[in-house]
C-alpha cells in the first residue's frame, strides 16, 4: 500500500515539473492536499504509538513516563518546545536526543549503541517512529522554544556560528543555500532558516515522508544528509552540532505552525 | 556563628559573580563553536574531518556579516597569486563536454567513491540557468545565458575577448579571486574539476557555438 502511494505521488510530482510554470512548493501543497487521509507518515506514527506504550528493553518498561520537557507523559505540546534544557542529562536535547535518553534511562537499552546504529536499522526506525508521533501530537501548534536557561542560549549562539561556517571541498555552509529569501535549488524552493520561514516550512516540516525514496526522515536525518551535500565529513547521532542547529532553527521558527509529519519531494 | 553568616554570605556572593561569568563573550562562543565543529563530526569515505580545518577566507565569510575591506581584499589577493592559467593558454574546450559538467551534481560527498576531478561534475544547474533549454536550474548564482553572446565574445581568440576569456578562466578556478566570500566553489583551487574540464566548462559559457550563445 506504501508503495503503491509512493508510485502514485512519484507520477504526480513528474507531471508537476512537466508544467514548469507551476512552482514546486504549489505542487507539494497539492499532493499534500491529495494526500490527507493518506500520508504515509500516519503508518510511523501508529508505529510510535505503540512503541511508546510498550514495555520494552532489559527494565521491561515503556516510554510513558519519559519527559519531553512538558513533565513525565506529556506528549502534546512537546515537539513544538524542543531542542530545550533537561535538568537530568544537564544538556541541551532534540527530540531524537530526548528520546534515546528516555530509552536509555527508562527502559535500560543502550543509548551509545543507537547512536551508532545507522538511520534505518533497528532501534533507529523506531526512534523515526517515536519522533514522527510525538510530532504528530504537536500538529497545529506554533513552535515556541524556552530560551529563559543559560545552555539554551547558548545553544542558539553556538548553532548559530554553525550555520554559518563554511568549509569542505566547495565552500557551503548551511547559509550558503539558506541564508536568504526566495532562492531554489534546481526547481527545489530552499527556506531562509535565519527567520521564521512561515508555517510548516523548514524546521516546522519535519519529520516528513519522503516520496523520492520512500523514507520517513527525522531532524538528525534531514541534517545529516544536508552536511553530506554541503560536502562536509559524517555528523555523529544527536552530536551537539545537531542539537545546537536545532535550536537556531527552531528559535527563528518562532510563531511557525508545525505541520510535521508532513509529507515531501 | 557570625563567622558562618559571613563564609555562607561571602560563597553565596561567590556563586553570583560565578554565574554572572558563566555568561560567554561573543569570543568565548567562537572557540565553542569551534571545539563542537571538531568534537561532532567523525571521517567516513572520502569526507575527512580534515575538511573542517579552514583556510582565511573560509573562516573570515563564516558569519553574517562581510570580513574587513582589509581581510577581504587579502583574500582576493591570495587567491589571485595562486591562480593556475591553463597551460600553453588553451583556455577553451568542447561546449558538449561541459554541458554535461554543468549538468551533474556529483562528486565529494561522503557517498561518492572517489575525490577524483574525473568523477566529479560542476554543479552549474543547482544554482544557474544556463542553456534555456533546461528549465530545473537554481536561483543562488545568476543567470548564464547568453554569457558570452552578452559580453560581445564572436570569436574568443580574438585579443579583444582576452579579459572576459581570462575572467571567466579565474572565476571557474578560484571564484574569491574577485569576491572574497562568494558563494560559488572554487572548483580549479580546491581540485574538485581539473583544467581540462574547466575548458570545456569555458566553452559551454564562451563558444559562439555553444547553445547558451544562441
Known amino acids: ?265 | 556563628m557570625h563567622t558562618t553568616r559571613f563564609v555562607f554570605a561571602a560563597s553565596a556572593a561567590a556563586l553570583l559573580l560565578a554565574g554572572c561569568a558563566s555568561a560567554p563573550t561573543p569570543a568565548e562562543l567562537d572557540a565553542q563553536a569551534r571545539q563542537m565543529m571538531k568534537a561532532s563530526f567523525r571521517d567516513q569515505g572520502i569526507a575527512k574531518t580534515d575538511r573542517l580545518n579552514q583556510d582565511l577566507g573560509q573562516q573570515a565569510c563564516s558569519t553574517d556579516k562581510p570580513p574587513s575591506d582589509e581581510v577581504a581584499s587579502q583574500i582576493m589577493s591570495q587567491a589571485l597569486s595562486a591562480m593556475k592559467w591553463p597551460t600553453g593558454g588553451q583556455y577553451i574546450g568542447d561546449w558538449r563536454e561541459g554541458e554535461k559538467l554543468a549538468q551533474s551534481g556529483r562528486g565529494m560527498t561522503w557517498s561518492d567513491p572517489s575525490d577524483a576531478a574525473k568523477d566529479n561534475g560542476g554543479n552549474c544547474y543547482n544554482c544557474h540557468q544556463i542553456d534555456k533549454k533546461e528549465v530545473s536550474y537554481g536561483t543562488i548564482g545568476p543567470s548564464l545565458w547568453n554569457y558570452g553572446k552578452l559580453r560581445g565574445v564572436n570569436d574568443v581568440a580574438a585579443p579583444v575577448s582576452a579579459p572576459i576569456v581570462q575572467y571567466t578562466w579565474g572565476k571557474l578556478w578560484n571564484s574569491k579571486a574577485y569576491a572574497a566570500c562568494s558563494n560559488m566553489p572554487r572548483f580549479g583551487h580546491m581540485k574538485v574539476l581539473d583544467e581540462q574540464q574547466i575548458r570545456h566548462l569555458m566553452a559551454l559559457l564562451l563558444d559562439p557555438k555553444s547553445p547558451v550563445n544562441q
Open chain 1, 1 to 265: 500500500m506504501q508503495k503503491t502511494t509512493a508510485v502514485g505521488v512519484a507520477a504526480l510530482l513528474l507531471c508537476g515539473l512537466a508544467q514548469a510554470q507551476k512552482s514546486t512548493a504549489e505542487g507539494i501543497a497539492e499532493y499534500r492536499k491529495m494526500l490527507e487521509d493518506g500520508n504515509p507518515a500516519d503508518l510511523f506514527e501508529a508505529q510510535g504509538e505503540e512503541l511508546w506504550k510498550k514495555k520494552r528493553g532489559p527494565k521491561n518498561a515503556s516510554l510513558e513516563r519519559c519527559d519531553l520537557g512538558q513533565g513525565p507523559g506529556v506528549v502534546k505540546g512537546a515537539f513544538v518546545t524542543l531542542p530545550r534544557y533537561f535538568a537530568d542529562t544537564g544538556k541541551v536535547q532534540d527530540l531524537e536526543s530526548r528520546l534515546v535518553s528516555c530509552m536509555e534511562m527508562l527502559q535500560g537499552l543502550d543509548g551509545a549503541e543507537i547512536a551508532k546504529t545507522p538511520f534505518g536499522r533497528g532501534e533507529q526506525n523506531n526512534i523515526t517512529a517515536l519522533a514522527t508521533y510525538v510530532a504528530a501530537a504537536s500538529r497545529g501548534l506554533k513552535f515556541n522554544l524556552p530560551q529563559g536557561h543559560a545552555e539554551e542560549r547558548r545553544s542558539y549562539e553556538i548553532g548559530k556560528r554553525a550555520f554559518y561556517f563554511r568549509g569542505g571541498s566547495h565552500d557551503f555552509s548551511c547559509a550558503s543555500c539558506h541564508g536568504v529569501d526566495g532562492q531554489r535549488v534546481r526547481l527545489q524552493d530552499l527556506p531562509n532558516l535565519t527567520k521564521n520561514p512561515g508555517d510548516g516550512v523548514g524546521f516546522a516540516a519535519w519529520p516528513a515522508y519522503r516520496v523520492s525514496n520512500g523514507q520517513m526522515w527525522g531532524m538528525q536525518l534531514r541534517l545529516n544528509d544536508c552536511f553530506r551535500q554541503q560536502r562536509f565529513p559524517y555528523p555523529g547521532f544527536g552530536s551537539e552540532v545537531t542539537v545546537a542547529l536545532a535550536t537556531y532553527m527552531g528559535v527563528n521558527a518562532k510563531g511557525a505552525e508545525s505541520i510535521a509529519p508532513s509529507i515531501k519531494r
